[in-house]
């Protein structure tokens, strides 16, 4: 029986299981072509509400809404099991993989958004968004969409896939987490150095606690971390001739242990799957890429990334902080932004609200490339 055991993700597909497959999608059900929801300005809008036990598989939505910036402005969240607070909450673009409400096209493979060049006259509407992510529930699921921009959403399309199961989930079964976070801009610790223009490796200052670094997920209960998405608004530097902010080493504390974590990186764009400043430019790989790219010479700009653990997640039995230096030992003070993703057994740490819209919006906005004026 060994032999016929599944030794790859496609080799399972020859494996049927029981389960109903189901979806919940905007279908007109007059039997017209009008398959959107409507989400008028400040409403929230339900695009799955499912009782039972089973496991979402995938979620595609497209959106039109005329309001700048919307995909910092419209917030996605998720319930499972009847929580009153959400095990997901997170704005639309962050969660689907590119940060500061930038339209860019990458594939990953829990994540992807499929950009194209047409347009509309106020921003980027040839747009899909696609998540893989497995998210059980053990009896009810509500996924929704909420419209915080000053414009109605005129076109919410959308799939939501699953599966309902007869059995009961088991409990070793852990939820999908994901949250967003920010800090804008994050606190520089100035280091002086008698060196005019010191080489990376030569940079003052050193970090022994992590106390001031840029916290990505603070997590307490027993799950595993599957990844995050990075963004970066990099205005600021140590000196104006080493501009980049990627000295900043990456550290996870695992159930509450003191310093030294139990992983410590090497540099942002180590953590990242990359070397040597991103040398290559944007890309997107199954497991890491950039989305965001800023120029690789003088690296000011925006940058967004994201780094999956779907093949070496990161374990806890009691709480999980992730973190990351912004510059070497948090010597740049610039706006950061991200989103993480878990899954976890049991109730989860309650999730605050997001910033406000005006208070999460990107300090500077390229439209396809281009600053606004």
Known sequence: MEFWQPNSPLGGLAHVKSGRSRRESSWDRSGGNRDFAVVPAGETFVIADIAGAGRIEHIWLTTRCYSEKYLRKLVIEMFWDGEDNPSVRAPLGDFFGVGHAVAKHYISLPLNAVFGPRRGPKGPFAAAMNSYFPMPFG????????????????????YVDYELSA??????????????????????????????????????????????????????????????????????????????????????????????????????????????????????????????????????????MFRWHIEDPVRFEKSLRVSIEHGHANDQGNDYSSVAYWYQLGEHAPHADLPPVEERLPRRWPEHGLWDE
Request: aromatic share 14%.
């Open 167 to 304: 059995e009961p989930i088991p409990d070793d079964v852990a939820r999908f987490h994901a949250y967003y976070r920010q800090e804008k801009p994050t606190t520089a610790v100035r280091h002086t150095s008698d060196l005019e223009n010191p080489a990376p490796w030569d940079l003052p200052g050193t970090n022994l606690t992590g106390d001031d670094n840029y916290v990505i997920l603070d997590a307490t209960g027993k799950g595993h971390y599957v990844g995050c998405v990075l963004s970066i608004d990099n205005f600021d530097a140590s000196n104006q001739v080493f501009t980049w902010p990627g000295e900043g080493d990456d550290m996870f504390f695992i159930d509450g242990e003191v310093w030294p974590p139990s992983l410590h990186g090497t540099g942002t764009e180590d953590y990242f799957g990359a070397a040597w400043g991103f040398p290559s430019g944007e890309y997107a790989g199954p497991y890491h890429g950039i989305t965001l790219g800023a120029s690789p010479q003088e690296h000011f700009g925006l940058w967004s």
């Open 139 to 158: 009896s009810h699921a509500k996924i929704q969409i909420r419209n915080e921009s000053d414009q109605p959403i005129e076109n919410l399309f959308y």
